[in-house]
């Protein structure tokens, strides 16, 4: 199993056994999460946008998608 599906395996059974606690580790878990979706996006981000990190919108090309962005 590849490491990033492990994690996301930690992840939903962080968020699972948390659920309900009222100690806060149910919102510590969402964090989590939300923390590695954004990681993910920001890998997704750097292979569509030429603009880079700096949120530099490139002209759409002939045939691209607007909903890459």
Do not use: I, W, Y
Not at 10 to 18: C, E, P, Y
Not at 39 to 57: A, F, K, P, T
Request: proline letters at 1%; zero cysteines; aromatic letters at 4%.
């Amino acid at each position: 199993m590849s490491s990033d599906t492990e994690k996301h395996h930690a992840l939903l059974s962080g968020l699972k056994s948390a659920m309900g606690k009222g100690d806060g580790s149910f919102e510590q878990a969402v964090t989590s999460a939300f923390e590695h979706v954004f990681e993910h996006l920001d890998r997704l981000n750097s292979h569509v946008s030429v603009g880079g990190r700096d949120g530099e919108d490139r002209p759409l090309k002939d045939g691209d998608s607007s909903t890459l962005r």
